[in-house]
């Protein structure tokens, strides 16, 4: 489960739809490989600003290439929302490990009648027929937790064990990213988010 013994390279995206706080994730992990002396290349990419557009975020760590991951390149994916996953698929590598959100959240065509959106445990199977898959409902851990808004943190912690930074380190990062009075809450997702991955 854990990172290989000297091996400090890791590029991960993370996925969303705007509005699930996939920034701050991102930052967390931003914030924390600097304290551990990590290189980090980070870029954002979006359909976003408003509520509803897909959010991406590249993230390589122990890297000074470029700050976008190339297709195929990634070795995690962290998607907030399940159709997030399959959307960005092309830039995971085989084999590579996704870590899913299962609580869909469902785009005005679909709540509107013109789309449908697929069932998520047919998203999963297809998924992990080429690539590792833990999935889990991380906005029911969140609420679980305190608050439904800690899932990215969850979600967060969740991808600990495969980033190349010390869990510690990412718990302070959390502390000093998350409003102050709801740190308890989040760290408490964070464990949640880290369990559940290290369980399944």
Known sequence: MSQIEGEKKLDLLITGVGGQGAILASDIIGKAAVVS???????ETHGMAQRGGSVVNHIRLGTDLGSMIPKKGADVLLALEPMEAVRYLDFLKDGGVIIVNTQPIIPVTVTSGLAKYPDVQEILDVLSEKYIVKAFNADELASE???RLAMNVAMVGAVSGYLPIPKEILIESVKALVPQKTIEINVRAFE????????S
């Not at 002396?37 to 870029?43: E, K, M, S, T, Y």
């Open 37 to 43: 002396g990590l290189p980090i290349r980070a870029a």
């Open 192 to 199: 949640m988010g880290r369990r559940k991955v290290e369980e």
């Open 145 to 147: 937790a305190g608050s």
